[in-house]
């Protein structure tokens, strides 16, 4: 561009510092309304008020809640697998000792599961039973590990003889 033409364009705009205290009300209400819109079975309305939080305040002490909360609505009413799966792959990445960790790392396992992903879903299931044993969904993994282990062992084929061959004494 000629030189004029650089002079003439006005300054980057900057974005505005956000007061601390007006953010975290904006969270909080957001984190609301998502809330509110859940409970009223407005389930793309709740998406849409989390994916709102967590654009606008993805690292405030709400957006753990939002992803997790986020990821079961996708899964659960929202038909997106691989969605849920990214939102808790987020929080667990995160922390795996966080409030909601428990839950976003069983959301991870049926997200898997889903997905069709059963080697993924099998190491998934091991390190939920390695991480929260006595868990409340501690029997659902079991019984799902088995199921897994079962699927993934080596088949046996017998084959029965009716006949003797000729030649064989």
Do not use: C, M
Not at 116 to 134: D, I
Not at 147 to 158: G, N
């Amino acid at each position: 561009l000629a030189p004029e033409v650089l002079r003439r364009q006005p300054p980057p705009r900057r974005p505005r510092p956000v007061d601390p205290a007006v953010a975290k009300e904006d969270a909080k209400a957001l984190l609301a309304q998502a809330r509110s819109r859940r409970a009223a079975h407005d389930w793309s309305g709740a998406a849409k008020a989390y994916r709102a939080l967590l654009r606008k305040h993805g690292g405030s002490a709400y957006a753990g809640a939002a992803r997790v909360s986020l990821g079961l609505l996708l899964l659960d009413h929202l038909g997106n697998a691989a969605g849920a799966l990214l939102l808790f792959d987020g929080y667990l990445a995160r922390t795996r000792s966080g409030p909601l960790a428990q839950e976003a790392a069983y959301g991870r396992i049926r997200a898997l599961r889903r997905l069709g992903r059963a080697a993924a879903e099998l190491r998934a299931v091991k390190s939920f039973l390695h991480h929260y044993p006595g868990a409340l969904q501690e029997p659902f993994v079991k019984r799902r590990l088995k199921q897994l282990q079962a699927a993934t062992a080596p088949k046996i084929v017998s084959r029965r003889v009716s006949k003797i061959p000729d030649g064989i004494s």
